[in-house]
């Protein structure tokens, strides 16, 4: 099993995507993979999300598929019974810690101060979320994270764009970004797969 830190290496940007229809998901996810990107987080906000990281899985080779959004009590179980490689939480508590640990799946919990990183790092985490990062303070916040918390290394989520992921990627403790705005609502209700290629490989350009 992979160690939550390398998940942080797969690609810059971890594409955060909301799907409302599940035959969406294998073409997102091959769109994306022939931009160059190696991994998607598929949120559970919608009905069709566990169905599809099965689909991505059972049709899509050589993609990590994570599951986000893990908020509700048992949505741990059901992502990994789909077959996620990996779990997403935008913030943490002691009970959800606790079914994201009982999987053994590698995660990345969110956290947006540093007595909760702190706290993440007494458990043995190392590699987290930084939701949301905009709003949360943003690259001289985290900045200012890397010199008394050296050891932990941060995905910055919330508000990242093209334009200021640069910013992000630039900082010692940051390995990736998360953002949605690869897999935007109208290219896929379009089904405009070669734009969010072109979104894809601009991002990898990035990294
Ligand atoms: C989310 O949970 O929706 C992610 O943080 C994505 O945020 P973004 O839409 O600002 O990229």
């Not at 900082?171 to 969010?196: T, Y």
């Amino acid at each position: 099993m992979r160690a939550a830190t390398d998940i942080l290496d797969i690609s810059p940007v971890i594409p955060v995507v909301v799907l409302d229809d599940a035959t969406h998901a294998a073409p997102l996810a091959q769109a994306l993979q022939r931009g160059g990107i190696r991994t998607i987080e598929v949120t559970l906000r919608t009905p069709v999300a566990l169905e599809a990281i099965e689909r991505i899985n059972g049709e899509v080779e050589g993609i990590t598929v994570g599951a986000g959004t893990i908020t509700q009590p048992g949505q741990a179980k059901e992502a990994a019974r789909a077959g996620a490689g990996y779990l997403v939480t935008p913030g943490t508590t002691d009970r959800l810690l606790d079914e994201v640990a009982d999987t053994e799946l590698p995660a990345l919990p969110g956290v947006s101060t540093v007595s909760e990183a702190l706290r993440l790092a007494e458990r043995g985490m190392r590699a987290l979320k930084f939701f949301p990062a905009e709003p949360a303070g943003g690259v001289p916040y985290l900045k200012s994270l890397s010199s008394p918390l050296p050891e932990l290394s941060f995905c910055p989520t919330g508000g990242i764009t093209p334009d200021n992921a640069g910013r992000y990627l630039a900082l010692p403790n940051v390995r990736c970004v998360g953002g949605s705005w690869l897999a935007p609502k109208e290219a896929l209700a379009k089904g405009d797969w070669g734009h969010i290629e072109a979104l894809a490989r601009q991002a990898v350009a990035l990294g």
